[in-house]
């Protein structure tokens, strides 16, 4: 059964390109969740979405982040112009939508900003 | 105050030893409680979840509420190098969303 896949695995780019992050979540889960993980804030939610609607980006940072699911396979996580301090690894979550049930992690994208 | 309250350590022990890791927590909103494992360069997988105060055991490790004073344990019995990662405790509430504390290094020496 395959879990939540991320890519890339890496990143490094220079200050102001254009830095997309990609997931595809776990076949039948209706909830997926963007996570950014730093040694100074630890692992924040950015944003989820529910059924391909975003429910809740109260995390987003500010308007150079931006997340879309166009599909129930497939999420973007785009940062335009990317800055070094967006440096972190971004995971991707997703769950099933009955009772408590946890969050399962992809391995995340490793991003630098140079 | 942030929600979750996590001890970062690092935290050293010998093998075979007892570890408990411990998590405070604002809010008393409906939740639930997971204790979460990340090796290194890895995503975080689910170790154990509770809903409610108590004990509830799982082979080496057992998982602690405490909500009357909205405490949370983890405690690891005979510790294994391979225990060896980081953990973090997390608080769910009705919306779906969880709240993670900023996680505790351990590390078990053979």
């Known amino acids: 059964d395959a879990g939540v896949i991320q890519s890339p695995r890496h990143e490094v780019t220079e200050m102001g ?19 950014r993980q730093t040694m100074m804030r630890g692992l924040e939610l950015l944003i989820y979405f529910n059924n391909n609607v975003p429910i809740d980006d109260s995390g987003m940072p500010e ?14 996580l785009k940062i335009q112009p990317s800055e070094p301090r967006d440096s972190a690894v971004y995971f991707c979550a997703s769950r099933d939508r009955l009772g408590n049930q946890p969050q399962h992690f992809g391995d995340g994208t490793r991003l630098s900003i140079l | ?9 690092p935290l050293s022990v010998p093998e075979g030893a007892i570890v408990s890791l411990n998590c405070t927590y604002s809010n008393s909103a409906f939740q639930y409680f997971m204790w979460y494992r990340q090796y290194s360069r890895k995503g975080p997988e689910l170790l154990m979840y509770t809903y409610s105060s108590g004990n509830k ?28 990662a980081t953990y973090l405790c997390a608080k769910g509430g009705s919306n779906y969303k969880l709240t993670f504390g900023k996680g505790t290094l351990l590390t078990v020496n053979p």
Not at chain 1, 63 to 76: I, L
Not at chain 2, 1 to 9: A, M
Request: aromatic residues 12%.
């Open chain 1, 17 to 35: 390109q254009e830095v997309t992050l990609r997931c595809k979540p776990i076949s039948g889960h209706d909830y997926l969740f963007w996570y």
């Open chain 2, 1 to 9: 105050q942030k929600e979750v309250e996590q001890d970062p350590g």
């Open chain 1, 63 to 76: 308007d150079r982040f931006s997340a879309k699911m166009p599909n129930a396979s497939f999420s973007t």
């Open chain 2, 57 to 84: 055991e799982d082979g080496r490790f057992t998982a602690q509420v405490d909500k009357s004073s909205k405490y949370i344990s983890l405690f690891i019995r005979d510790s294994q190098p391979s225990d060896s």
